[in-house]
């Protein structure tokens, strides 16, 4: 059935379509500037994301906005989503070159999904790279032969292994770097099949992100680390954060960002199926926050199970962190069973005083993603 309307409406709808249009000449003079600062940027080896300038840019608009009756959020919304298609288009234009001197990049394991992006990020800041994957070791030392870097993005479990017995003859002064979602053995490894300088890199993104801009690659050091700044200048100039962290502090901190996040993810999925649940219907009932949920759990099993597996059993400590949220979980539920709603109150009122000032940030934050949730849904 047609929507209902009226003359007076569709005068209105009219000129409503003259703005938007007038809207997208706006957007495309303002793409059209920023291919020019992302020209600059790539000639001065400048980041692709520049904090300082952007809430030096969403205050002034704040003001603006608000002086016109304009709701601040509502242009700082729109900055933000103009700033995300920028670094997209800044990243076309191609980067930096940092070190022009470096011999090639030998990927190891290129052809898997982030090994991929790095290659297109160094390719497209000029660097030559070189791929070896599972047939080529054959070729190994005419490959690795002048190599200044080499990547390696391989599954977890089988990491260590292949450093032991393939990476003890790189070249000296070539950097040996590594891609692992888990940084202690990897590291140990590099550094005993290597004595040249060794960094352990962990990109805290998957590989569908369209830009690094904002995202966060941490970084342990191995050895001769001045060997390898440029690398983390490189990283910095595709817009990402470095942060830096002891491979032991970074692992155990993986055990609850990653293993058990995807581990309960994985039990929530499993559920959802052994309780034959009706997905659709359930959508028709969602509410944002739920659509958000099955969201995160879902795109789990549109991505690899190996992936995940990796993950999962990478470090045999996180057992021990799944299994305490197993504890927890039974002890919960036990209130529940004992009909203990004071119990219930009064724990979630600790856990909440816990929490302290994160509780109402991540309210705020919460509120702006369930909005764009809700912004998504048609019909
Ligand atoms: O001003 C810049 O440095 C830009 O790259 C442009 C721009 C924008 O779109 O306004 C994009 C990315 C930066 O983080 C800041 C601002």
């Known amino acids: 059935m047609n929507e209902r309307t009226t003359a007076e409406l569709e005068n209105l709808r009219g000129l409503i379509d003259g703005v938007d249009q007038q ?61 995300r298609e920028s670094y997209l288009n800044e990243k076309d234009i191609g980067f930096k070159q940092v070190n022009p001197d470096l011999g090639h990049v030998v990927i190891v394991g290129g052809s898997g999904k982030l090994g991929g992006l790095f290659s297109q990020m160094l390719v497209l800041s000029g660097y030559q790279v070189k791929v070896i994957d599972k047939d080529d070791w054959a070729r190994a030392d005419e490959i690795f032969d002048g190599a200044g870097l080499v990547l390696v993005t391989v599954p977890i479990g089988i990491t260590c292994d292949l450093i ?41 993104f998957g590989p569908d992100v369209g830009s690094l801009a904002k995202q966060v690659v941490v970084v342990c050091h191995g050895r001769q680390s001045a060997e390898y700044q440029w690398l983390l200048e490189q990283i910095q100039i595709w817009g990402a954060r470095i942060v830096e962290a002891e491979p032991e502090r970074h692992d ?43 969201a995160m759990v879902g795109r789990l099993f549109a991505q690899s199970p190996e992936l995940y597996a990796d993950i999962i059993f990478a470090q045999k400590e996180s057992m021990q962190a799944i299994g305490d949220y197993l504890d927890n979980y039974s002890q919960a539920l036990s209130l529940l069973q004992v009909g203990d709603r004071d119990a219930f109150v009064a724990q979630f009122k600790e856990v909440a005083q816990w929490f302290g000032d994160f509780a109402p940030q991540f309210q705020r934050e919460s ?8 912004d998504m849904k048609t019909g």
């Open 164 to 204: 032991k017995d393939k990476l003890t003859t790189l070249p000296q002064s070539c950097i040996l770097a590594d891609l692992t979602s888990i940084k202690g053995e990897p590291v140990e490894a590099m550094l005993a099949a290597h004595s040249g300088p060794v960094v352990g890199l962990h990109p805290m």
């Open 367 to 374: 509120r702006a993603m369930l909005q764009s949730v809700n």
């Open 252 to 294: 155990k901190a993986m055990q609850l960002v990653q293993a058990m996040r995807h581990f309960s993810s994985f039990v929530y999925g499993l559920n959802l199926y052994k309780e034959e649940a009706d997905i659709e219907s359930l959508l028709q009932f969602s509410s944002p926050i739920y659509r958000l949920e099955l």
């Open 23 to 83: 809207l997208i000449h706006l957007l495309r003079k303002r793409l059209d500037l920023v291919a020019q600062v992302g020209a600059v940027k790539h000639g001065a080896g400048l980041p692709i994301y520049a904090p300082q300038r952007e809430a030096a840019m969403l205050a002034k608009r704040r003001e603006e906005a608000k002086k016109m009756d304009v709701s601040p959020q509502l242009i700082e919304d729109i900055l933000r989503r103009l700033m």
